[in-house]
């Protein structure tokens, strides 16, 4: 049996938690002070806590000194006011996830639910580790550089915690496979994981393909729909390129992570978000928000818990074992395996890989299939050669612009450079720029619409 502590000195909240818990399989304890909370603690160590922060001697932050209780309990924070800086320093503490006052049946089920001793998850993260440095592998996450080591850490740190996590990083580094391996190793684990790429979907309809839909709402609404908030809820919703979110959406989604409460379009109803929220962008964020793209409350909303990408470039030690493992995998699939020549793994490492992991697998994938024999040799691989087929093709393009000139237009001009240097290889300028094929289309048509060429 699960044994509940609540701390609260609110009669009417202790009420409340105690009634709505009442059903469920728990023995509840209650403590009223720090005072309380310490002795009740001594009595019989809790499973959960459900700790109010305004206790009348002092914060109940100071429970997390207790090393036993953060060892050996979930602590789940019950406020009014989930601010960024409490955010923060929960996580620093250790506290697993957020309850907001007024306290609703449906979100403290989702807490029951989701339970797990913080013993059980470190466990899950040691195995991880052993794993790693058997075959190379964290999660879905592949190699042994040091700056992954250091991914995989702020993981391990991040995942057993409910607060927001923005990841950061080019295109193609394999920012879906870090949200995937944070959800993973969650206490929502087992409720889906939602990824959605928002440069992907029509602006005229995200916010419904977000939030949902009521029949009759808008022309063509023939049904009702239920948008990403309620499919992923109880688990992750994983907002890829949010810096393509129109402005007045990212409004919204805000109001949404500060309320945990939502409304489909056309209605009047509100639900519940019960939803861990991860975002990604490949942008510079300062960048995106002078240029407009990311609202600045939006990002330190999200950016509480932040993890940084690194390129392909910056961990070349891990191209091999990358490569292999992708070409195992093809190998499987296809019931032929075959395996890089000492000249195809040099060529690999040698390479810069401008679109990545994602350009990498693609790579070996090709050179699999073009390959006539077990043997892939460096005759398919991608080399360093400067590109063909026009009178820019020689030299790069000097971008000069005055000084003055806004983040957008600094943009435009580079995303026009890089495509006429790269002879209008859209693929190739994307991969470059560190920015997906879809948010380039994105950009040149933006740039047709204000008469640009």
């Not at 720090?34 to 109940?60: E, F, T, W």
């Not at 949010?242 to 209605?267: A, D």
């Amino acid at each position: 049996m699960i044994h509940v502590l609540i701390v609260d000195d609110d009669a009417d909240a202790v009420d409340s938690l105690r009634a709505l818990i009442a059903g469920a399989d728990l023995s509840v304890a209650i403590a009223r002070s720090l005072r309380d909370a310490r002795r009740q603690i001594a009595l019989q160590q809790p499973d959960l806590v459900l700790l109010d922060l305004q206790l009348p001697d002092g914060s109940g932050m100071e429970l997390f000194a207790d090393p036993q209780l953060v060892a050996n309990s979930e602590v789940v924070l019950v406020t009014g006011h989930a601010s960024l800086e409490t955010s923060i320093q929960a996580l620093r503490l250790g506290a697993a996830d957020y309850l907001l006052k007024p306290i609703q049946l449906g979100a403290l089920q989702g807490v029951l639910s989701r339970f797990m001793k913080p013993a059980a998850l470190r466990a899950e993260v040691d195995d991880l580790q052993a794993g790693l440095a058997a075959s190379g592998n964290f999660g879905l996450l592949w190699g042994r550089a040091p700056v992954m080591l250091r991914v995989y850490e702020q993981i391990s740190r991040v995942a057993g915690t409910g607060v927001s996590v923005f990841i950061s990083g080019e295109s193609g580094t394999g920012k879906e496979l870090v949200a995937q391996t944070v959800h993973d190793l969650s206490r929502r684990r087992k409720q889906p994981f939602l990824a959605v790429n928002c440069g992907a979907i029509s602006p005229n309809l995200i916010e419904s393909e977000i939030f949902g839909h009521e029949k009759g709402s808008f022309t063509g609404a023939e049904r009702q729909h239920q948008g990403f908030f309620e499919r992923a809820s109880g688990g992750t919703l994983f907002l890829d390129e949010i810096t393509e979110m129109p402005p007045e959406l990212q409004v919204k989604l805000l109001r949404v992570l500060e309320s945990g409460r939502f409304m489909r379009v056309g209605s009047t109803q509100t639900l519940d978000a019960d939803v861990r929220v991860i975002a990604a962008s490949n942008r510079p964020l300062q960048q995106a928000v002078e240029s407009g793209k990311l609202r600045e409350d939006l990002l330190y909303r999200l950016n509480v818990f932040p993890i940084e990408l690194p390129p392909l470039r910056d961990r070349a030690s891990d191209v091999p074992l990358l490569a292999e493992h992708f070409l195992a995998g093809i190998g499987a699939q296809e019931g032929a395996p075959k395996r890089f020549t000492p000249q195809a793994l040099a060529r690999l490492a040698a390479y810069r890989w401008p679109g990545n992991v994602r350009e990498l697998r693609n790579a070996v994938q090709r050179a699999y299939v073009m390959a006539s024999d077990a043997d892939i040799d460096a005759q398919w691989l991608p080399g360093e050669a400067a590109p063909s087929g026009g009178a820019d093709a020689g030299a790069a393009e000097l971008v000069s612009l005055p000084i003055g000139s806004s983040m957008a237009e600094m943009e435009r001009a580079l995303i026009l450079a890089t495509l006429r240097h790269y002879n209008h290889h859209k693929e190739r300028a994307a991969a470059v720029l560190g920015i997906s094929l879809k948010t380039l289309y994105n950009r040149l048509k933006e740039y047709a619409a204000d008469g640009g060429r």
